[in-house]
């Protein structure tokens, strides 16, 4: 038998590589060359730059929610584009807290891409970020660096091709002219109902109240009090007529927020924030206008009168928690995020698919529909060094962009802020009353209230100590509608010396 | 001076002393000398441990004085006494001591009364082995496990517990975690389910300590059971009911997981203890100052109590 040296071994063998890599190498550039995603074709000078760094990954670390997993779905279109690989970790959204803030902590960042919620991660830790604007000109989108492409399909600006509102929620941080990410997800608040109940009681409801039974966009919180009192006392197809999240702390604060915007208290009730969208480091005393104190009375005497027609889990419940309770037909109605309407509408998860409807929030006595936002962006971490960083980058264009949200949304039900979805929504008649996509009625929703209602648009306090704010206030809240102070000023009171001692004023 | 050939004598130098070399080996020798074997043998041990255990102790005392900064790049700051004094005005702090030690009374009294009471029912009866080993399981799952399975149970969509309390018309106002007069019972109920096997085990390896000679003569001098147990059974196994009791208010007082899982704190307030306040305010609100100093008083607690515990028993034992 013929022996082989080790110098003919090694010429095989390679030989043998690079004869195998050539058709890869090949379907790459091919795949590179065809690649087109809805509304946008990257030109061949371009694809050169989305495939740079060929072959490596990228790490993202975001929450475990609907669009990241919608995200997380499409990321072969990613790797098809930019032969990159992500691999994500998901995570809910306290450890995912912790872990972005000892990942950024430890100044040897593992992670690429954090998914960056305003609040309450980005509002605390958002100098651990690095600015995109030495990526990109954040007016026209077009970019800074000559080796990165240009942020994609921004015929009119950057700002432009996101819906509003949210690039300053999601990625400005105390000072509007940086950007901290690129908007990425928006978890909007609306009211689910059921219809079939609807259909059955409304003229029933209609004779006792003389007023409609399906919400619309004149449905007050008063008339929602009414159905679900109604609910309670008629429909035995449901343990409760209307469940909130009402769990100490973030959930309830939500919540609470709402509601005063809705009763026309500007700010989050505190005065001296200047840019309400960017955000304030210190926000100034609490409530400290004696109209805005009073409009908050009526708020805390709401949501206690609330507690005697909702379910009473309602105070555990968080988003989760309230989505399940429809989902298994426990509750009639919900106010909650719309990134629940896929899992209503499935089939194999809930036994109301197919029966629910869906309203914009109701507006209060200053006739603002207030509704709660989570608007996030994603964003990179500013130890990395720069070649790792616009790794992040080019995954961040891709997840931020036209094609990555279409994917995302289309085939795993992600939440679009890209303007371009929506128009492809439209247009394919996806954007209406019980559409024939069940799956994205909340995207209907969402779009009439980012449109006609964006007064109502709210989040909390943007400020850097947001987490103590949520445990002083959350938990003041939570003891208040648990009936353990006896008057909502004291509620209110006890709120405003702890948030004034707290931010020093 | 004498006149030395220090190169050509090196012992003689080092026995006289006069070098630094001679001194430092002369040190030595007497240090060999002087430490047993099995000091040396547990050194590395004794030096890791105080690394792990008294460095980080100290450290949480230096940085109860500091603000610890979040953004890169700022150095922390020394801000004297104010995390101590902060905690004055934090009410949470009063509310998180009364639902701590109302949550360890409960969970101690339960744990130990049904753990002890279980061990002497269990204890030379048939089936012992059998009976032991299922008692047992509880403690087997993890505690986050136990938690969610609690969760699961107490859910009013399809917990059975919940259905059951609702048949019987116990409790009919939903989970018993959502309602703030019943959670911290809930959670109790709930490590009391875990961790009495922990006593069960203890007390029953106590229990086989006890000569039966000596329970047979108490019997044929005409004690009763009770007699018996008190005067004879109890005295054996009291240092068993120490260990037990030690391990178990040391796990109480730093307890959160299971809160963690099922209330995160709430319903108002009505689970927030001491630890999960602590935690809340290290790894929610990244408050590190703040939080060093509440988790140097409750470890201070901790450490009191426990030895207080302990000398009171065996100082009893030692009257005896």
């Not at chain 1, 996101?162 to 997800?185: K, S």
């Not at chain 1, 896929?342 to 036994?351: A, I």
């Not at chain 1, 992600?414 to 209406?432: D, I, N, Q, S």
């Not at chain 2, 408050?287 to 009171?312: H, K, M, S």
Request: hydrophobic share 45%; charged share 20%; proline share 7%.
């Amino acid at each position: 038998m013929k022996r082989i040296s080790r110098r003919d071994f090694l010429k095989t063998t390679g030989a043998t590589a690079v004869a195998l890599s050539f058709p890869s190498i090949l379907t790459g550039k091919a795949q590179a060359a065809e690649y087109a995603g809805i509304n946008w074709k990257p030109s061949a000078d371009e694809i050169k730059k989305w495939r740079q760094f060929e072959g490596e990954t990228v790490y993202v670390l975001t929450e475990n929610t609907p669009p990241s997993v919608g995200i997380r779905g499409a990321a072969s279109d990613f790797t098809k584009l930019t032969g990159m690989k992500a691999e994500f970790t998901l995570e809910v959204m306290d450890p995912l807290k912790e872990k972005i803030f000892l990942d950024l902590r430890g100044g040897d960042p593992k992670f690429h891409v954090n998914y960056s919620q305003p609040r309450p991660i980005g509002c605390v830790i958002c100098e651990y970020w690095t600015p995109i604007n030495k990526f990109v000109d954040v007016k026209t989108g077009k970019s800074r660096m000559p080796d990165l492409p240009d942020v994609p399909d921004t015929p009119k600006g950057l700002h432009d091709a996101f819906m509003p509102l949210h690039p300053e929620q999601g990625c400005q941080y105390y000072d509007p002219e940086l950007w901290y990410g690129l908007p990425y997800d928006t978890a909007m608040g609306m009211l689910f109902y059921r219809k079939d109940l609807v259909d059955k009681y409304g003229k029933k409801f209609e004779d006792q109240y003389a007023k409609p039974m399906k919400p619309d966009f004149n449905t007050t919180w008063d008339d929602l009090y009414d159905m679900a009192d109604f609910i309670n006392k008629n429909c035995d197809e449901v343990d409760s007529g209307l469940g909130f999240h009402m769990a100490q702390n973030w959930p309830i604060n939500q919540d609470y927020t709402a509601f005063l915007m809705s009763w026309g208290v500007k700010k989050e009730g505190f005065s001296k924030i200047e840019h309400y969208e960017a955000g304030q480091r210190n926000p100034g005393p609490y409530l400290s206008d004696p109209q805005d104190y009073e409009k908050a009375v009526e708020v805390l005497e709401y949501m206690k009168k609330l507690q005697d027609v909702i379910h009473p889990d309602s105070k555990i419940w968080d988003w989760g928690g309230l989505g399940t309770a429809q989902a298994t037909g426990k509750i009639a109605m919900q106010m909650n995020c719309g990134e629940f309407c896929p899992y209503v509408e499935d089939p194999n998860e809930s036994v109301i698919a197919g029966k629910a409807g869906y309203a914009v929030a109701p507006k209060g006595p200053a006739g603002i529909h207030a509704y709660e936002v989570g608007a996030s962006g994603l964003s990179i971490p500013a130890a990395l060094p720069l070649k790792e960083q616009k790794k992040a980058w080019l995954f961040v264009l891709w997840a931020t962009g036209p094609v990555g949200q279409w994917e995302a949304f289309t085939k795993y039900y992600g939440t679009p802020v890209r303007k371009t979805a929506y128009e492809e929504a439209r247009k394919r008649g996806w954007l209406k009353e019980d559409a024939t996509f069940r799956k994205a009625q909340h995207l209907w929703i969402q779009e009439i209230q980012m449109v006609d209602h964006l007064d109502g648009f709210c989040l909390g306090p943007k400020i850097p100590t947001y987490s103590q704010y949520l445990d002083i206030a959350g938990g003041e809240l939570s003891k208040w509608i648990a009936g353990q102070t006896p008057t909502p000023k004291q509620c209110l009171d006890n709120m405003i010396s702890r948030l004034n001692r707290l931010h020093k004023v | 001076m004498p006149n030395i050939d220090y190169a050509a004598e090196p012992a003689v130098a080092r026995e006289k002393g006069t070098s630094v070399g001679g001194r430092l080996g002369l040190l030595c020798r007497s240090i060999t000398e002087r430490v047993p074997w099995y000091v040396w043998w547990l050194a590395p041990a004794f030096i890791i441990l105080a690394v792990i255990t008294i460095f980080p102790f100290f450290w949480l005392i230096y940085m109860s004085f500091m603000k610890i900064q979040l953004a890169p790049g700022k150095p922390d700051l020394f801000v004297g006494l104010e995390n101590w004094v902060d905690m004055f005005f934090d009410p949470s702090i009063p509310h998180g001591w009364i639902l701590l030690a109302q949550y360890v009374a409960a969970s101690m009294v339960l744990q130990l009364g049904l753990g002890i009471g279980i061990a002497l029912l269990i204890n030379n009866m048939k089936g012992e082995g059998f009976f032991s080993t299922v008692f047992l399981i509880p403690m087997m799952v993890a505690p986050v496990v136990v938690g969610h399975l609690w969760n699961l149970l107490l859910n009013s969509s399809y917990g059975i517990y919940a259905w059951l309390l609702k048949t019987l018309g116990i409790y009919a106002k939903g989970s018993l975690l959502s309602d703030p007069q019943t959670a911290l019972w809930a959670i109790v109920a709930m490590d009391t389910w875990e961790w009495t096997p922990l006593i069960i085990l203890i007390v029953l390896a106590g229990l086989k300590s006890v000569p039966k000679d000596t329970i047979e003569a108490a019997h044929m001098d005409g004690s009763n059971r009770f007699q018996v147990f008190f005067n004879v059974t109890l005295p054996y196994i009291t240092p068993a009911i120490v260990i037990a009791f030690l391990l178990r208010f040391m796990d109480n007082m730093r307890f959160i997981d299971k809160i963690l899982i099922t209330t995160k704190g709430g319903p108002a307030e009505a689970t927030k203890t001491l630890p999960m306040y602590l935690f809340l305010k290290t790894f929610r609100q990244f408050e590190i100052g703040a939080a060093a100093a509440i988790g140097f008083t409750l470890l201070f607690a901790i450490i009191i109590c426990g030895i207080i515990v302990t000398n009171t028993i065996l100082k009893e034992r030692g009257a005896e």
